[in-house]
Nanobody, 115 residues
Framework: QVQLVESGGGSVQAGGSLRLSCATS????????MAWYRQAPGKQRELVAS???????NYADPVKGRFTISRDNTKNTVYLQMNSVKPEDTAVYYC?????????WGRGTQVTVSS
């Protein structure tokens, strides 16, 4: 059974930092490109950052230069370091593979940024 469990969210003031983690099980993590997605209230889920099996990364324009995605294949875990956060980063953050699978979605972790 595939499980993706996100953690590390919370409430933070604008300009602060958070580090999100996504622990995976039930997939061969090392051969899967991974990504972080987010969904803000009233908006569609969007791709935030991705990392390939070789470590190549891509970022959505709104988070470039502020967020960093990384992976640890020994721990089957993907991370998202969020720096200089803004109120518009407020959302539930999820991880999934690329392409994503609907059955892989976890509960996500809430990030709330106050101004």
């Amino acid at each position: 059974q595939v499980q993706l469990v996100e953690s590390g969210g919370g409430s933070v003031q604008a300009g602060g930092s958070l580090r999100l983690s996504c622990a995976t099980s039930g997939i061969i993590f090392s051969i899967n490109p991974m990504a972080w997605y987010r969904q803000a209230p009233g908006k569609q889920r969007e791709l935030v950052a991705s990392i390939g099996v070789g470590g190549a990364t891509n970022y959505a324009d709104p988070v470039k230069g502020r967020f960093t995605i990384s992976r640890d294949n020994t721990k089957n875990t993907v991370y998202l370091q969020m720096n200089s956060v803004k109120p518009e980063d407020t959302a539930v953050y999820y991880c999934n593979t690329i392409p994503f699978y609907r059955e892989y979605w976890g509960r996500g972790t809430q990030v709330t940024v106050s101004s």
